[in-house]
């Protein structure tokens, strides 16, 4: 059974159709990457899995469930975490802060045991500084526990987020262009982290990004969105010969 | 050591505060000014929670102080004395001590219940649209209390007077009791030192000041509160983080004004008449100011501007009248105008609009005191 499917999703904003009849599908463990021009409706895609947009019509099943019409933080417990194209931290609130929200659909107790300080909540909230702590010291982060993300330069709020995004123990890690704005030698880091995330904790990765480096470097596979239809997947190599994709990216050329 | 700091200094700060007052150090009107201290305290910290906090921006805190101040007062003259509109006492005077704190829950329940329902078809709104929600809110709530008769509509409502001397009457009792039982031969009761029904509110005024401060620090320092701040900071991320952003909301909108209903029930007990009038849009202006003046998001700093501006409301009632003699003796002003307390509401407005302009995240904004000056770290903590 597939960790995701996806089928015959479309998505309608007023009379714009951003997204035709889209279908796709992730194994447990692998790593994907999905491509497209700028406003191809790669991240309306990512919206609606993650339960940020309702689609239209079509029908997304997550982990065996069909998680359409499910509100984000549902779908979050399920196993599904994400970063986002513009950086979203919560950028008043300390680094560890940051990543303990992350916990926040496994809390373990309620406004109650907050407000009595019950034992459960001491004990509760000692796994998650536990948890935070531990994703820290994984992305290299420790040092920044008390600092706040929005005085880290650029490429250390990407791992922040990644970081954030990792702290709920996900099976499927979208991510939405990880390595925009980062500089040759930022990228290539990030390449080593996404290949590393992979293989040591078997995540299933899907991911959108622009630079064909990170892309074809990584991706087992390759999904390729124009105008919000599929018009090309498979291997990346092959993919990357299409004459659909070539068309997509750099025009017609019978001008 | 640290943890206990600040809760041994507040413990030793009421134990002397209602020294002074039981010795006379204080007089009435310094006690009725502590005792407002600790009622604004809760009114600010409150709203802090909903238009710090959580970065929206509600208008009308005072119409949840006004259902808090009603209900606590409804509850208390039907429970411990007999009245023409409940007829006899449901407990009697003699367990007005015991069972008062029910008259406090009940009331913080009714408030957060309207808060709930402020809350729910205001739902998607945000920013200036919940501003218009929460004024309509408050204008609704005092009307509806103006237009109910049996409870004294536009004339207010009162006995809660009695309530107070009964739990007064109760202490001396104890109080009596317990020399007794030292073996004095001495009736506290009859003497100079026998607790005034002032007394006792100001001590359930310091309870209830202490318990709104605890709530809310707990809530937030905790991981659970703190997804407050995160729908502030990133409503998104919030949401695809794993937060329940509507329970969160609607749980914090009701926490505030269940506590705006504290703050409520107390002031219609310390006064011993309510007037739905009291708590129209000009008291809700007053939350508004201190929040801003302390900082948004600032427990400490929002503590601290209540009690500046309770104080400074105090002090204009004397600067005004002085102004008007002195203006008048140097002919600044037209001998047929008098100056008079209703300036207190063009300085106060006044003070508002030039914090916006020039400080507009107050005087603490979103820090901590220990975050100001971090040598207090030595001496507390407010984890």
């Not at chain 1, 099943?61 to 998680?67: D, I, K, S, W, Y």
């Not at chain 2, 919940?130 to 049996?150: F, G, K």
Request: charged residues 15%; contains cysteine.
């Amino acid at each position: 059974m597939p960790l995701l499917e996806i089928s015959g999703l479309t998505q309608r904003f007023g009379g714009l159709q951003a997204l035709t009849d889209f279908s796709c599908r992730l194994e447990e463990g692998e790593l994907v990457g999905l491509i497209g021009p700028n406003g191809a409706g790669k991240t309306t895609v990512f919206n609606i899995v993650s339960g940020f947009y309702k689609p239209s019509a079509g029908q997304v099943v997550f982990a065996g469930r069909e998680t359409n019409g499910l509100k984000p933080h549902r779908i979050t417990a399920l196993g599904m975490a994400r970063t986002f194209q513009n950086i979203r931290l919560w950028h008043d609130m300390t680094v560890l802060d940051n990543v303990r929200l992350a916990r926040s659909a496994w809390l373990g107790y309620g406004l109650w045991s907050a407000v009595l300080r019950t034992p459960g909540y001491f004990r509760a909230e000692k796994a998650i500084e536990k948890r935070a702590r531990d994703v820290l010291e994984m992305m290299a982060l420790t040092h920044y526990a008390d600092e706040f993300p929005k005085n880290l330069p650029y490429g250390l709020q990407r791992r922040v987020e990644l970081a954030r995004a990792l702290a709920g123990n996900p099976r499927l890690l979208l991510l939405d262009e990880p390595a925009a704005g980062l500089n040759s030698a930022d990228a290539d880091d990030l390449i080593r982290l996404i290949r590393w995330l992979h293989d040591e904790f078997k995540l299933t990765i899907w991911m959108i990004e622009h630079q064909m480096k990170v892309v074809m470097s990584l991706c087992q596979r390759l999904t390729v969105i124009d105008f919000g239809r599929v018009i090309a997947s498979g291997l990346p190599q092959e993919v990357r010969n299409s004459p659909e994709v070539i068309k997509a990216y750099l025009g017609d050329d019978t001008l | 050591m640290r943890r206990y700091t600040i809760n041994m200094l507040l413990a030793l700060a009421a134990v002397l505060l209602v020294l002074m007052a039981q010795t006379n150090l204080m007089d009435k009107y310094a006690l009725q000014i502590v005792m407002l201290i600790g009622i604004n305290c809760i009114f600010a910290t409150s709203l802090n929670l909903v238009n710090g906090y959580m970065g929206e921006f509600s208008c009308g805190h005072a119409g949840f102080m006004c259902v808090g101040a009603y209900v606590g007062s409804l509850l208390s003259v039907a429970f411990f004395s007999d009245s023409a509109l409940f007829g006899q006492a449901l407990f009697g005077p003699e367990w007005a001590l015991a069972l008062f704190p029910l008259v406090l829950i009940g009331a913080m329940i009714a408030a957060a219940v309207a808060g709930l329902l402020v809350a729910l078809p205001s739902f998607r709104t945000r920013d200036d649209y919940l501003a218009i929600i929460t004024i309509a809110a408050n204008y609704i709530v005092i009307s509806i209390i103006e237009n109910i008769d049996a409870i004294g509509g536009p004339r207010g409502f009162s006995g809660m007077k009695k309530t107070v001397n009964a739990m007064a009457d109760s202490v001396n009792t104890l109080l009596d009791g317990f020399v007794g039982f030292l073996g004095f031969d001495f009736v506290v009761s009859d003497s100079d030192y026998a607790m005034s029904a002032a007394v006792v509110m100001l001590i359930w005024t310091l309870i209830g000041a202490f318990i709104c401060v605890q709530v809310i620090r707990r809530l937030m320092t905790s991981t659970y509160g703190k997804s407050i701040s995160a729908i502030c900071q990133n409503e998104v991320a919030a949401e695809i983080m794993g937060i329940n952003t509507n329970r969160a909301k609607i749980m914090a909108f009701m926490i505030s004004s269940g506590l705006g209903g504290l703050a409520g029930v107390l002031y219609a007990h310390v006064y011993g008449y309510v007037n739905a009038q009291s708590f129209n849009l000009l008291k809700s202006t007053e939350g508004l100011v201190m929040v801003y003046l302390g900082g948004m998001g600032s427990l400490s700093g929002v503590l601290l501007a209540a009690v500046a501006f309770t104080l400074l409301v105090e002090l204009l009632r004397f600067v005004i009248p002085w102004l008007n003699t002195t203006l008048h003796e140097v002919n600044l002003l037209p001998a047929d105008y008098q100056l008079d307390q209703i300036w207190t509401w063009v300085i106060i407005p006044l003070m508002l609009i030039l914090l916006m302009q020039f400080r507009p995240e107050g005087f603490l904004g979103n820090r901590e005191l220990t975050h100001v000056f971090p040598g207090l770290k030595r001496w507390f903590t407010l984890k």
